[in-house]
């Protein structure tokens, strides 16, 4: 089962595979993001650094979260330019 979040670009129907990453074991440091230059990702709340670790599927805590990617993944879902495959 896929669980991979995917942002569609209203522009140019870019799809951009969104998944879970640590930036630390600290509580609400686990983002979503997608990868950038280097090693780094690019998280939704505009946060980027180099992953700790990337997640297999949908956070099992919710406690690891970060807030500001969860608000956001919402927002996005409720509107057209983001789905879940
Ligand atoms: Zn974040």
Known sequence: MPS???LIDAT???EISM???LATTADHDTH???PAVGNNV???CDK???PHFELPGEPLDPLQVC???LAKRALAASGS???RR
């Open 4 to 6: 991979a979040w995917f």
């Open 12 to 14: 140019d129907q870019l």
């Open 19 to 21: 998944r879970w990453y």
């Open 32 to 34: 979503l993001a997608t």
């Open 42 to 44: 690019e998280a939704l």
């Open 48 to 50: 980027t650094f180099q």
């Open 67 to 69: 807030a500001a990617c």
């Open 81 to 83: 330019v983001a789905r």
